[in-house]
Every structure is written in C-alpha cells, then in structure tokens.
C-alpha cells in the first residue's frame, strides 16, 4: 500500500493573493433587461449542453431568480464535447444523472463573486463527492488570469446576473480526486515530483490516489518548503539522491486510507495508523500539529481541502516514520532540523548561512547546540536579526570544533573552536571541564550528548556559549581559582577590567592556584600592584610571538623578560620586575575576545615587592 501515502501528499496550500488578469477589465453587461443566471445560459448559444444539462438535473429552477447570489463557472458548447469524450460517453444522456447533478454543483459557489476578488486560494462549490457530505473544494489560480482547480481557464469573467455572477469557462471542472488538487497547486510539485519517483512499472501512485480503491484518504500533504528542509535535512541536493524505496515509504506515511478525517474530527492525542503502517498522533494544545517519529511536530497550515476520493491537509514539515529515521544518515543542519528545541539554532544558521556549513558531508564537525530557552535568554527579548549578522556568525563558529568528539573522548582540558580573534585567523579557546558532567567555558552545560550526524555529532546545551573574555577563562578554569579571588580582592576593580576592552587586547600571565601557595597574599594596595605586574595592555601578545631576551611592559610599569627555550618541561621563563627567573609558562595561547592567557608557576613580583 505504499503507494497510496505518495499520491495523498500532493493536495493543499494556497496562499499569495493575486489578482486575475481580467481585474482591470470592465463587466460584461447584458444587453437588455434583468436577466437571472438561467436567463443568461438560455440567451447564449456557446452555453447550450450546460441548460440541457441544467434540464436533465432539475437545476434549472435554483438559477431562476429569487435573492440568492451565487458565481457560475459556465462551460461552453465545446467544454462540455471534450468532457464526454475523455469520459467516454457519447452524449449527457449516458452520464448517470446523479453523477452530472454532482458535476454541475462543482461550478457554483455561493456568494457573487466577481474577477476582482478572486484570489489564489481553496473556496467551496456546491457539490458534494463520494467520500463525504462536505462540499467539495476548488483551488482557484489566479497567478496568470483564472484558473480553476488546474483543468478549467476563464475565458469571459464577470457576466452580470441579477442573482449573481457568470464566468465562462473552458474546460468542465469534474470531480476533483486528491491527485487534482495536488497537481492543481504549485505548492505541491515536489510532492508529485516526489511521487512520480516512488512510482514503479507494478505501482503508479498517480493512478492510485486518483481512484477509489482503498478510499476514502485522508493525506497530509507537505508543502515544496517542506521537503527543501527534508532534503537539506538528509543533505541530498534533489529527490533524485533519495530513492525511491525511501521515498514510497515516506510518502506512505503521510496517508490514512479508509476515512474522510475532517479538521473536526482531530482530537488531541489522537492517534492514526497509516499506510506505511506505523502511527500519526494529533497534538491540538498549540495550534494543529501532527507528530511523527522526530522531535519535530509538523504543523497543519491549510485544512479541509475536500475531493471524491479523500481530504486533503496541508503541513510545513515531511513527516518521518521510525523505521525511516533509523535507517537515514541526516547531516548536522538536519538533526537540527528535525528537533523542535532547536528551531531558533536553525534560524540563527540561515541568517548566517552557516547551514550550509553543517549541511555539508565533506565536512566533520562537533557542535553544542543551544535550545530555543537558551537563546530566548541570550537575546533577553530582542529580535535574532537586531544582532550584525558578523556578531551572530561568530557566536555560533564559537559552538563548533573540528572533528567529531563523542563525550567519551572529551576530557578537562583546552581546544579551540572554529570562531576567530578579532581580524585574525587565530581561534578562541574553548575550555571543556567534564568533573561534573560536561561544562563548557564555565557556563553551558551538555543536556544531550552524543547525537550522531553524518558529519559529525551534536551535543544539545542549556545555554548560549558567548564570545569568551580574559575573565571568562579564569572564572571557568578551576586552575584559576586562587587568582579569581585575589583579583575580586583588590582595591581595582579586575574583573570588570579584563572582561572589558578599554585598553585591550591584554596579554595576561596567569598564576595557577600552586604559585599562590608558595607565597603570602599582600594587602590590598599592594595585591593590586603585583596583580597589574601580570598584564600586558594593549598587546595580544601569542606564544609564536615571543622572542629569547624580550621584555614587555606590565601595567604596573615594571618589565617582564622572556627566555627561551625554557627549562625543562617549561615552554619559556620569566624574570618578573623583582628579578625572580626561572618562572615557568607552562600553558600559552588561551584566546579570548579581548586578549590572551599564559599560565605561569609562580606569582610575578614588581620591583618594590622583592
């Protein structure tokens, strides 16, 4: 039964509000007198088999007159020939009678409604199909003149009747099957497409959603933007890098054979097996939603779309079944996708065209993803898109890392992410502590580790890791502790000053919580002096920067000397302004926004301090 999900997808969506082509143009007035809709049918020769037709159904008497107002898409002499022969009848009297009253109502709406307010658009006909007592729904296409559920053209608008309103047409509209709306609506031309690829010598879908075997249908027809993020999801660039065997039983999933279920018939929590055998469930507490296998609801944008054979829903999003969900291979850009939580991640991708990025096979990346909560509170009310998209580009590179690291290979430890200092192709740090659990930067922590992409793997996290300051990596790294508090301990205000940039970049050498063991803290006058011994302004001064011999002026005005290389494990010494040597770097180059960090063994002291 697969192919009756494919051809179910294909039905809805209608919204631009176009004009048609003959708006500007002035009403076709009768000639003479007041003439009723059935006046005008028996005036006009071109309209001679749609009276007898009228007559053979008894539907004469409702276009008489009286006070009702109704639109009457009106075949001509010609419409109505090529509708018997393609039909094969011979002539109206072989219609059953039953058939062509239903036929006929398929052309009156209620209500007059001229050129001018005919919008693309689904409206209501009068007549009623084999699947339910609804009335049948009319896909109106006014993108290039008007164009009545795909078949039928309006060649005479707005014949003026005292009870409503003629539009010749064309083509005789007959009972729409799913099929016929699906190929009425350009917004559905991926799903025909879609199966038209799952169809096979043995199964054409297009025959099948068009008949009555198994009917009626009930579909939920994903839109053309649904399976673009369907396939960007599974990073295939068209439906030709899907196959058809996946396909079918997509489509499949996406059909109820056997009922007409009508947008009142949902309930919340309802629950209904499909085609492809595994079970739709209707969630209604925030707006029509339809939940799938993913943590992704779709939701139910245009209802009731009411054919012969079946109804049609439109939704935003191709709904997956489990059994195609264990089996796909989605990149990055599509985990995130297909998980509700991260809408707002997605969004904040597309506007920096990072999506792409993550979209890409070739490509292996790890990425704490923030929740929608968690973005919610970064911006603190403001809109994504106030933020320069630069900014926002940098704070996402600032969640990703090369390579693909499942939490078990994450350790306590430095690595850099992709995002970069200032104009600079240098990375910030990205400082990962996994003793509780996995923390990065002091900040967010990993909720949901390890889920796998094609190109790598995402971990999902509480909150928004920010482009990191100086202070950031101190407040973050417990190595730091110790300098933390002496720099909350000082008469000057530290903390504020290296997490700001008035007289950044600073290049600090930060003593680990060891180097203050070995020494007694000074009062606070003078815990400010050797603190600013430790600061380079002005300078972002990285390892691959520093020279044997060379000094840099500290804050505090004293000189720093550098030697390389250093001795024994060290990476280089210092001679602090006291003219203490041989104190160790033993850690370099952890890149903030506003600077870089160099972890030292011991406290440096100004010259007044020796």
């Known amino acids: 039964m697969k192919f009756l999900s494919k051809l179910l997808l294909l039905v809805i969506l209608a919204t631009a509000s176009v004009s048609c082509s003959d708006d500007d143009d002035a009403p076709v007035i009768p000639p003479s007198g007041d003439p009723t809709i059935a006046d005008l049918v028996t005036e006009n020769d071109q309209f001679s088999s749609l009276l007898a037709a009228l007559e053979r159904t008894d539907l004469v008497t409702p276009f008489v007159g009286g006070s009702g107002n109704l639109t009457v898409f009106a075949p001509t002499n010609d419409a109505f020939s090529s509708f018997l022969q393609t039909n094969g009848f011979s002539s109206l009297e072989e219609v059953p009678e039953s058939l062509l009253r239903e036929v006929l109502l398929n052309h009156v709406v209620n209500g007059r409604i001229l050129a001018a307010d005919l919008s693309t658009g689904y409206v209501s006909s009068l007549g009623t199909g084999s699947a339910s007592e609804s009335n049948l729904s009319l896909f109106i296409d006014t993108i290039s003149g008007v164009r009545v559920n795909g ?27 799913i099929v016929t709306q699906a190929l009425a609506n350009p917004q559905f031309s991926t799903l025909v497409a879609a199966l038209q690829r799952a169809s096979t010598e043995t199964t054409n879908y297009v025959e099948i959603l068009s008949g009555s075997t198994s009917s009626p249908f009930t579909v939920f027809a994903p839109t053309n933007q649904a399976f673009e993020n369907l396939l960007d999801a599974l990073g295939a660039q068209s439906l030709d890098d899907v196959a058809p065997e996946t396909l079918a039983t997509i489509l499949e999933y996406h059909v109820i ?7 009142g018939d949902l309930s919340d929590g309802l629950s209904a097996t499909t085609l492809q055998g595994e079970n739709l469930v209707f969630d209604l507490t925030d707006g029509a939603q339809v939940s799938d296998a993913t943590d992704n609801n779709a939701n139910i944008a245009v209802v009731d779309v009411q054919t012969n054979n079946g109804v049609v829903h439109a939704i935003d999003k191709v709904l997956l079944p489990q059994e195609i969900v264990d089996v796909i291979d989605p990149t990055i850009a599509g985990l995130a996708m297909m998980n509700d939580d991260l809408s707002s991640l997605v969004a904040a991708l597309e506007y920096t065209g990072l999506d792409d990025v993550l979209a890409d096979r070739s490509g292996e990346y790890t990425v704490f993803a923030p929740t929608n909560a968690a973005f919610d509170t970064f911006l603190g009310g403001a809109a994504l898109t106030d933020l320069p998209v630069e900014t926002v580009e940098q704070v996402l590179l600032n969640h990703v890392l090369t390579g693909t690291a499942l939490s078990t290979d994450l350790s306590t430890s430095y690595t850099n992410s992709l995002a970069t200092y200032g104009n600079t192709e240098d990375n910030l740090s990205f400082y990962i502590n996994v003793d509780n659990g996995v923390v990065i930067n002091g900040i967010s922590t990993v909720t949901m580790p390890d889920n796998e992409a094609a190109n790598g793997v995402v971990h999902i996290v509480d909150a928004v890791i920010d482009l990191p300051t100086v202070v950031t990596f101190a407040t973050a790294d417990p190595n730091f502790s110790n300098l933390v508090g002496a720099l909350q301990a000082a008469d000057t205000d530290f903390v504020s000053v290296l997490s700001g940039t008035t007289n950044s970049p600073f290049t600090v050498f930060a003593p680990v919580n060891s180097a203050f063991d070995a020494i007694t803290v000074p009062g606070e006058p003078v815990l400010s002096e050797v603190l600013s011994h430790h600061v380079i302004i002005e300078s972002n001064i990285r390892s691959e920067n520093l020279s044997d011999g060379a000094t840099v002026q500290s804050l505090q005005g004293d000189d720093i000397t550098v030697t390389l290389p250093g001795t024994g494990d060290n990476i280089a010494d210092l001679t602090d302004g006291a003219g203490n040597t041989g104190i160790g770097v033993i850690a370099v180059d952890v890149q903030a926004t506003n600077g870089v960090i160099h972890a030292v063994d011991a406290v440096l002291l100004p010259e007044q301090n020796n």
């Open 151 to 177: 078949v039928s053209s309006v060649t005479t608008a707005d014949i003026l009747a005292t009870n409503g309103v003629v539009h010749e047409v064309n083509a005789v509209i007959g009972l729409p099957s």
């Open 257 to 263: 054979a056997g009922s007409n279920v009508r947008s």
